[in-house]
């Protein structure tokens, strides 16, 4: 049976006809014992077919991870008002100054990995990832010094001083389990680098049901409170990354052809890694910091107003882990294509990813939309916070679709490694232009309360998709490729 590369060589020979490309493979695949099982050219559907296979259990992981935080706040919600309080504020002081700088780093892996699966040199797949292992470990420690004197630091910017001493002490405990947190998401990419998604999956069905036993047990059982909940939370993140390695020792062993062995190397060459890690932490905090600048603007309205964008926002945030979850696979998809050296597949490739984001973007929209009447009394009792997120569900819908679209950009952009474009382009519109247009169709003299504000973030995410787009048509890929062969020969 014929190998990729002959296939490849016998193509070139041939005359051009009617269904030619008008211009062929600027580079052929770097690794071509790999091209069978990675770059086999099914046409697009087959690609399509490809994406949501990988996307599927990459939507359920991160669903299940979310499901950590819900955990928490309803077993915070069957405790005291306090109690859900210092819940609230401890959550999202971990999300910002935490999840998203480890989250953020971990996106380089995505663009690093899979570039260097496809150009064959698979052991810098494992080089890459202890690399991170060590970036990982110096940046928690910042992050957990925070954690450690918070109980100090919040009272200082939050006035009910008994609610933020609550919230550092769920941060003290919390700290236990930040390490597992991080190396779990290193350790996921050096999975899903060689097409392998289910992993983090198989993890998290074990570890979800995990945390919610004990959650149970210590706040009700032991009687442990909010501690309880955040000892239960760290415990489960521990053992993610352990049970991540059984399932590789056991079940992927076929994997460790990527794992060189632990490397002096890991030690240096961290500059391309740190700079995607810092470009990858400014995406997300600008994404996640407008968000809660815009949740603090909506209490200069009223108390029924903050509660119901809590609302919307808790359906927005479950919404974009489908997008999102995809753009994840489309990093490793084009990462792989651009590593094999393979610009015209990697392009159709995006044009067609463009096509399944606005599907998804849709989608969302019109569930949450024709679905508005059951999904917002899930989350409340009150009659009157109930009419305000569903009077508001029209401009979550629309924000869906170039929510979608948005994070399909940032993906084909952390497959390309352009993360630092995409932290720039989100930084300057989110803060320049989206939040305070929301702020102002909020708030301002439009009057239009929560449905400005979500007309004006998405009106911030159109132009965020456009100038992408127009970058990612402007850029010459070839470039790119180049960057890549040029680095893993460094290596």
Request: net charge negative; proline share 4%.
């Amino acid at each position: 049976m014929r190998s990729a590369a002959e296939r490849h060589s016998e193509e070139a020979l041939l005359p051009p006809n009617e269904s030619s490309p008008l211009l062929g493979e600027a580079q052929p695949p770097f690794n071509d014992e790999l091209a069978p099982e990675l770059l086999a050219d099914g046409g697009l559907f087959s690609e399509c077919v490809l994406i949501c296979q990988q996307s599927f259990p990459l939507i359920i992981t991160y669903l299940l991870q979310y499901s950590a935080t819900l955990i928490t706040t309803i077993a915070a919600g069957h405790l005291t008002s306090n109690d859900l309080g210092a819940a609230s504020i401890g959550l999202t002081t971990m999300n910002i100054i935490g999840y998203a700088l480890v989250e953020g780093m971990a996106t380089a892996l995505d663009t690093v990995c899979a570039q260097a699966y496809g150009s064959g040199q698979v052991t810098h797949v494992g080089l890459h990832v202890q690399r991170m292992l060590a970036l990982m470990t110096l940046a928690i420690i910042p992050i957990g010094v925070f954690w450690m004197f918070s109980p100090w630091i919040l009272p200082l910017v939050i006035k009910q001083h008994e609610i933020a001493v609550q919230a550092g002490i769920f941060l003290q405990v919390s700290l236990i389990g930040l390490p597992g947190y991080a190396f779990f998401e290193a350790g996921k990419r050096f999975m899903q680098a060689q097409g392998e998604f289910k992993s983090g999956t198989a993890v998290l069905i074990i570890t979800t049901p995990i945390n919610a036993l004990l959650t149970w047990y210590f706040t009700m059982v032991l009687d442990l409170g909010l501690p309880g909940a955040a000892l239960a939370q760290a415990i489960a993140n521990n053992l993610r990354p352990l049970l991540l390695l059984g399932y590789i020792v056991f079940f992927a062993p076929w994997s460790l052809k990527c794992w060189g062995g632990w490397s002096r190397d890991a030690l240096n060459g961290w500059g391309h890694l740190l700079s995607l890690s810092i470009a990858g932490t400014a995406v997300n905090l600008a994404e996640w910091g407008a968000f809660e600048i815009l949740m603090v603007s909506t209490t200069y309205i009223d108390t029924n107003h903050l509660a119901a964008q809590t609302i919307l926002s808790t359906i927005s945030v479950i919404t974009w882990h489908i997008p999102f979850s995809i753009s994840v696979a489309v990093s490793t998809r084009i990462g792989v294509f651009l590593g094999a050296g393979f610009v015209l597949r990697a392009q159709r490739a995006a044009a067609m990813y463009s096509l399944i984001f606005l599907v998804v973007g849709v989608a969302d929209g019109l569930a949450i939309y024709f679905l508005r009447d059951y999904l917002t009394p899930i989350f409340s009792n009150d009659e009157e916070v109930v009419r305000i997120a569903i009077n508001s569900t029209l401009g979550l819908a629309l924000f869906q679709i170039v929510d979608s679209l948005s994070s399909g950009c940032n993906g084909v952009l952390r497959g390309l490694g352009c993360q630092s474009v995409a932290a720039w382009i989100v930084l300057c519109i989110n803060y320049l232009g989206a939040v305070p247009l929301a702020i102002w169709l909020e708030i301002g003299s439009p009057d239009l309360k929560l449905g400005g504000l979500w007309y004006g973030l998405g009106s911030g995410m159109v132009f965020i998709v456009l100038i992408e787009s127009i970058y990612m048509r402007w850029i010459n890929w070839q470039d790119r490729i180049d960057d890549i062969r040029e680095r893993e020969e460094a290596d």
